[in-house]
């Protein structure tokens, strides 16, 4: 079975660009988690997908940060424009379904995002 | 602020030696999990504690949730250099509400095991 998947692995842009990551679960996990790496911090939550529709986004830093997952599927997390401090490194996790209990989360690879 | 406190941040011992890292808040958990990260990789779960006072084995490692469900810990018995990597605790707070999954974890310590 295929583990969590990203794209791309990494990703170097200018301040005030777009990028565009992806993260594809595990196929039959309806939950699906962002995290976020800043250098030389703690990894931190950004949001939770069950299925198609946000569960918590409490995490999300601005609104400069749109994440989406049409269909239940993949997710994308989109940044426009992106500021120097958005750079680390963007995991994605999803895990089974399971309204309001919690099941293992797998995480995947990571996106290392540099803005320059 | 940093709601998870890991510590230490750095551990460079010998192989055979043992070794505790420890993981605290002053926030109540319903659960807290161990990961450990490889570079390049994402965190893999190595194990979940829900109880307080509840310990678990893991061949070498040792786990165990504080009583208060604040704090825990991770010892490694004879340390190999194949458990050189990036340890991470992570908590739960509030299971079973409207944010059930969301993790808050703590820096990690990078052990390093020299043969």
């Known amino acids: 079975e295929a583990g969590v998947t990203q794209f791309p692995s990494h990703s170097v842009i200018e301040k005030g660009q777009t990028v565009t990551l992806r993260c594809d679960p595990i196929?039959?996990?309806?939950?699906l988690y962002w995290y976020r790496r800043v250098m030389g911090k703690e990894i931190k939550f950004l949001l939770h997908?069950?299925?198609?529709?946000?569960?918590?986004e409490s995490g999300m830093p601005n609104n400069r940060f749109l994440a989406e997952r049409t269909g239940g599927t993949y997710s994308t997390l989109k940044v426009q424009p992106a500021e120097l401090e958005d750079s680390g490194v963007y995991f994605c996790?999803?895990?089974?379904?399971?309204?309001?209990?919690?099941?293992?989360?797998?995480f995947g690879p990571g996106t290392r995002l540099t803005v320059t | 602020t940093q709601l998870l406190e890991q510590s230490p941040q750095f551990l460079s011992i010998q192989e055979g030696e043992n070794l505790t890292v420890y993981c605290n808040s002053s926030s109540v958990f319903s659960s807290l999990q161990w990961y450990r990260q490889e570079p390049g990789e994402g965190p893999v779960l190595l194990v979940t504690?829900?109880?307080?006072?509840e310990v678990k084995k893991l061949k070498r490692l040792t786990f165990q949730f504080g009583d208060a469900r604040k704090d825990s810990s991770l010892h490694i018995t004879a340390a190999q250099p194949g458990d050189t990597g990036l340890y991470l605790c992570?908590?739960?707070?509030?299971?079973?509400?409207?944010?059930?999954?969301?993790?808050?974890f703590g820096q990690g310590t990078i052990l390093t095991v020299h043969p």
């Open positions: 992570a908590g739960e707070l509030n299971a079973g509400g409207t944010s059930y999954g969301k993790l808050t």
């Open positions: 504690v829900v109880t307080g006072g």
């Open positions: 996790a999803s895990s089974q379904a399971g309204r309001w209990i919690s099941y293992e989360q797998y």
């Open positions: 997908f069950v299925k198609e529709s946000k569960q918590d």
């Open positions: 196929s039959g996990h309806d939950n």
